[in-house]
């Protein structure tokens, strides 16, 4: 038994399931502590900044922490969502952790998901944070309010959970390359589950991974037109020419 992490399991639409930690209340503090203590020395340092240009006048002084108030504002409510929209659900206290935000089926979430879960966390702020710590304590996956409206889930990257990087083994020859369309198309979705497939290769027999990769396989060679010597490699093709790695 888990009692602060515990799993989430996603089948994508091949049929292939994947299982990923979800992030308990207490790693989801500690990440926040994290983001609190960069927010501070953000605003400290700019706190200096208007404090030196308000010396010259009443009038820039007041100038000065009008500013400064709305550089609060934007700092307090955009710091996460700026930082989950940039790099795809991490801040940088997430990223020390090892914590990504996703959406409930896997997905990258949107950039007004990302917007929404982070002004509602005023709301979980409420009686000194115990709405939120409620919310994430009652809930089976540990949502907050934030993640209940926006359809978020946050998930531990670190250790095992965290996908290695592909290693396209062998490499993709010439011969290869000049028989790939010139544009594949791949909805980022089920890119994410080729990736995660390559990226385990190296934890799988040679039977199970032409076994999984039989299953994408069909559809992927039906609606981009590359056909690989096995199910394996017609699945790293597309990945391939997909991302660009073809010409790396």
């Known amino acids: 038994?888990?009692?602060?992490?515990?799993?989430?399991?996603?089948?994508?639409?091949?049929?292939?399931?994947?299982?990923?930690?979800?992030?308990?209340?207490l790693v989801r503090a500690l990440a926040w502590s994290f983001d609190l203590v960069i927010r501070g020395i953000v605003l400290m340092a700019f706190g200096v900044v208007a404090a030196v240009v308000g010396v010259t006048g009443e009038t820039v002084a007041g100038l000065g922490a009008g500013v400064l108030f709305?550089?609060?504002?934007?700092?307090d409510w955009g710091y996460g969502a700026a930082f989950e929209w940039a790099t795809g659900g991490q801040t940088p206290g997430k990223y020390v952790l090892g914590l990504r935000v996703v959406r409930v089926d896997g997905g990258r979430p949107t950039g007004g998901a990302f917007i929404l879960r982070n002004l509602l966390r005023a709301a979980d702020g409420l009686g000194f944070g115990a709405v939120g710590?409620?919310?994430?304590?009652?809930?089976p996956m540990f949502r907050r309010l934030g993640d209940l409206a926006a359809g978020t889930v946050v998930l531990c990257?670190?250790?095992?959970?965290?996908?290695?990087?592909?290693?396209?083994?062998?490499?993709?020859?010439?011969?290869?390359?000049?028989?790939l369309p010139s544009v594949v198309a791949v909805q980022p979705d089920h890119l994410q589950v080729i990736e995660a497939l390559l990226a385990r290769r190296a934890r799988l027999s040679a039977g199970r991974l032409e076994e999984l990769a039989a299953i994408v396989a069909p559809a992927l060679q039906a609606s981009t037109g590359v056909v690989g010597a096995s199910a394996s490699r017609t699945v790293a093709l597309v990945w391939a020419r997909a991302t660009g790695r073809d010409r790396a």
């Not at 038994?1 to 209340?25: C, H, I, Q």
């Not at 710590?133 to 809930?139: C, G, P, V």
């Open 133 to 139: 710590f409620l919310s994430t304590s009652l809930d």
């Open 157 to 179: 990257e670190s250790g095992s959970a965290r996908p290695a990087v592909v290693v396209l083994d062998p490499p993709i020859t010439e011969e290869e390359r000049l028989a």
């Open 70 to 75: 709305v550089f609060i504002f934007l700092l």
């Open 1 to 25: 038994m888990e009692p602060v992490d515990t799993v989430l399991s996603l089948a994508t639409p091949e049929r292939v399931r994947f299982r990923f930690r979800l992030a308990g209340p």
